[in-house]
């Protein structure tokens, strides 16, 4: 199955600034999904992001607080920003893989 | 409203028994469904998965049973081992979204 680094894989960021998290994958692949898990919630999607276009995203996320970059088939990033201590959650990515999907490994994010 | 939902945030089993992690949903439109293990600082790896048309799928120690006409879904595990110990996520897939359960910690005692 694939491989994805990710980092970082946690951070602590004042609020008010922007954190940008990064995955790497190690085949090509058109989609990638960015998930955020708050605590005590379940995983939930940020947004769709595919090369070469803008990234699809869920109902409650925005473009201007969370862009995504996508500029080609084995990297992502996507960008916290202007957080607050409400954006504290754990992030991932992920890409399909056989009967199921690949995960990275997370990024765990305080806001303080 | 959950979609998705896993009504046992933690489970403790001693070693050897079998586990049993229980999951419900509400929308019969996608009909795959998957079992994500997490571990501590690890993103969620795959499990095991299952589509509607069985009502049961297994793999090792580890069997899925699908009941679509209550919209249940279990995830067993016999024997049970310490390395075991881990959130266990049910998710409902079978379009481009994924949507996760809550989790349920499973504690396998030695």
């Known amino acids: 199955s694939a491989v994805i680094s990710q980092k970082p894989s946690r951070d602590i960021c004042q609020r008010g600034t922007s954190l940008t998290i990064q995955c790497q994958v190690d085949?090509?692949?058109?989609?990638m999904f960015w998930y955020r898990q708050q605590p005590g919630q379940s995983l939930t999607l940020i947004a769709t992001?595919?090369?070469?276009?803008?990234?699809?995203?869920e109902s409650g996320f925005v473009i201007d607080k969370f862009p995504i970059s996508r500029p080609n088939l084995t990297f992502s990033t996507l960008t916290v920003s202007n957080m607050s201590p409400e954006d504290s959650s754990i992030y991932l990515c992920?890409?399909?893989?056989?009967?199921?999907?690949?995960f990275g490994s997370g990024t765990r994010l305080t806001v303080v | 409203d959950q979609q998705v939902k896993q009504n046992s945030p933690s489970l403790s089993v001693q070693e050897g028994r079998i586990s049993i992690l229980n999951c419900d949903y509400t929308?019969?439109?996608?009909?795959?469904f998957l079992w994500y293990k997490k571990y501590p600082a690890e993103g969620p790896t795959f499990l095991i998965s299952?589509?509607?048309?069985?009502d049961k799928n297994e793999d090792g120690r580890f069997t899925v049973f699908l009941n679509k006409s209550a919209k249940h879904l279990s995830l067993h595990i016999v024997p049970s081992q310490p390395g075991d110990s881990a959130v266990y996520f049910c998710?409902?897939?079978?379009?481009?979204?994924?949507?996760f359960g809550k989790g349920t910690k499973l504690t396998v005692n030695p």
């Open positions: 992001a595919n090369q070469g276009s803008e990234a699809t995203y």
């Open positions: 929308n019969s439109m996608f009909d795959y």
């Open positions: 299952i589509s509607s048309i069985k």
């Open positions: 998710v409902q897939g079978g379009s481009e979204k994924l949507v």
């Open positions: 085949s090509q692949v058109t989609m």
């Open positions: 992920s890409v399909p893989r056989g009967d199921g999907y690949t």
